[in-house]
């Protein structure tokens, strides 16, 4: 069964600083999604990872996407209060076209 | 601005009430999702139609009925819901990718 672990699940950070988010699934996954939800609002799709090696960049944010060790990572970069919001990461099953297994979801404060 | 509408925003109905929420894309997309999200929890899945065929049905409640009219159109349909059914429910549509493509959702509340 697949399962989903996203830590941390609670982040609090000052303006400037860098972070990881990491992503980790229990089996076998080539697509992985990382998603974005502000306080009140829908989901908005930042990342798309199709690959082992997998890497993406959008603004401060990058993920990764390491396919043998089940793992994703989502680097912010010398934050901003604009980035301050809940992300998740998604993931594939192997035998689905549309199912996911969601991450807890990582609430993310930046501190000015 | 999302290319995935959904209607309305927000709907208050009693547990007797029978009511509809609606999802609209133009995308040419031919995966369409509903997903439910309770406060500070991830979505879940509800129902996926695939080419306009219902794919996917995770065990969803009878009081809760999916229709696709056509490519571009998701109904659900809510009949008889109880107060836990109160939450923000979520339409998506999806190209081959699997990235899913949000509405802004309809905030329910049951009495």
């Known amino acids: 069964e697949l399962k989903v672990e996203q830590n941390p699940l609670f982040l609090s950070m000052q303006e400037g600083k860098n972070y990881t988010i990491y992503c980790n699934y229990s089996?076998?996954?080539?697509?992985l999604y990382w998603y974005r939800q502000d306080p009140g609002k829908s989901l908005e799709s930042l990342f798309v990872l199709l690959s082992n090696g997998a890497v993406k960049q959008e603004g401060r944010l990058m993920a990764s996407l390491d396919t043998k060790a089940r793992l994703s990572t989502l680097h912010i970069t010398a934050a901003v209060h604009d980035l301050s919001a809940t992300y998740f990461c998604?993931?594939?099953?192997?035998?689905?076209?549309?199912?996911?297994?969601w991450g807890a979801g990582t609430k993310l404060i930046i501190k000015p | 601005d999302t290319e995935v509408t959904q209607t309305p925003k927000h709907l208050v109905m009693g547990m007797t009430n029978k009511k509809s929420l609606k999802c609209e894309q133009h995308m040419g997309h031919r995966a369409m999702y509903w997903y439910k999200q309770k406060a500070k929890k991830p979505p879940e899945l509800m129902f996926v139609y695939s080419y306009e065929k219902l794919s996917i049905n995770e065990s969803v409640p009878s009081r809760f009925s999916p229709e696709c009219p056509n490519s571009s159109l998701l109904n659900l349909h809510l009949h008889a819901l109880q107060p836990e059914d109160s939450a923000l429910y979520l339409c998506?549509?999806?190209?081959?990718?699997?990235?899913?493509?949000f509405g802004e959702g309809s905030r329910l509340t049951v009495l």
């Open positions: 998604a993931v594939g099953k192997a035998d689905s076209n549309y199912q996911l297994i």
């Open positions: 089996t076998t996954s080539d697509r």
């Open positions: 998506a549509s999806s190209p081959f990718t699997g990235e899913l493509f």
